[in-house]
Every structure is written in structure tokens, then in C-alpha cells.
């Protein structure tokens, strides 16, 4: 049984760092790319950042390049979402995503506000 668990969302303040985790089980994570995406009511999913399996690529959004930081430990079958200088528009709900079956996790909210 595939599962994707989110998990460190939490409300910052701008300028603020987070980090989210997804904790994988029930396929063969580390050949599969994963990736962050996020959604606001209303809007349509959208990718934040994608890596993929060995070797490791990485691409990101345009509003998160330079700020978030995409990593994977393949021994703990957890990818990470590394969250700095944060800004009210990052609020949103964090999915993570396996590419391999293209299973979703349940998400984890993130909101940025003062």
C-alpha cells in the first residue's frame, strides 16, 4: 500500500523558514522522481519543485527559485522541502507527489502571515 505523509507545515511570518518532510512507503522511492506542489482555494495545483530519482535533477517554480530547496534521503525514504524567506503568497496547502504511479499525500498547510 502506496502512502505519501506530509508533515512541518505551520503558520511563519514573512521572512520566516520552514521545512517540510514527506515520508514515503509502499513503492521503490528512490528511482522515482518526487515532487511539491501547492494549491489555494480556488487556483489550480502548481509545481514548487521536482527531483528525481539517481541521478539526482532538481528544477522549481519561478516564485520559489533561490528561496526553497528540494532534497531526498533515499535510505529514510523521505523527500524535503526546504522553506526560506517566506512570503504571505507561499500560503497555501503542500502536496507531496511520487511520479512512479503518481501517488499524492494528504497535504500540509502552510501559511505565512504576521
Known amino acids: 500500500q502506496v502512502q505519501l505523509v506530509e508533515s512541518g507545515g505551520g503558520l511563519v511570518q514573512p521572512g520566516g523558514s520552514l521545512t517540510l518532510s514527506c515520508a514515503a512507503s509502499g513503492f521503490t522511492f528512490r528511482t522515482s522522481a518526487m515532487g511539491w506542489y501547492r494549491q489555494t482555494p480556488g487556483e489550480e495545483r502548481d509545481m514548487v519543485a521536482i527531483?528525481?530519482?539517481?541521478?539526482?535533477?532538481?528544477t522549481y517554480g519561478d516564485s520559489v527559485r533561490g528561496r526553497f530547496t528540494i532534497s531526498r534521503d533515499n535510505a529514510k525514504l523521505t523527500v524535503y522541502l526546504q522553506m526560506n524567506n517566506l512570503k504571505p503568497e507561499d500560503t497555501a496547502v503542500y502536496y507531496c507527489?511520487?511520479?512512479?504511479?503518481?501517488?499524492w499525500g494528504q497535504g500540509t498547510q502552510v501559511t505565512v502571515s504576521s
Open positions: 527531483i528525481t530519482g539517481t541521478p539526482e535533477f532538481t
Open positions: 507527489r511520487s511520479f512512479i504511479g503518481n501517488y
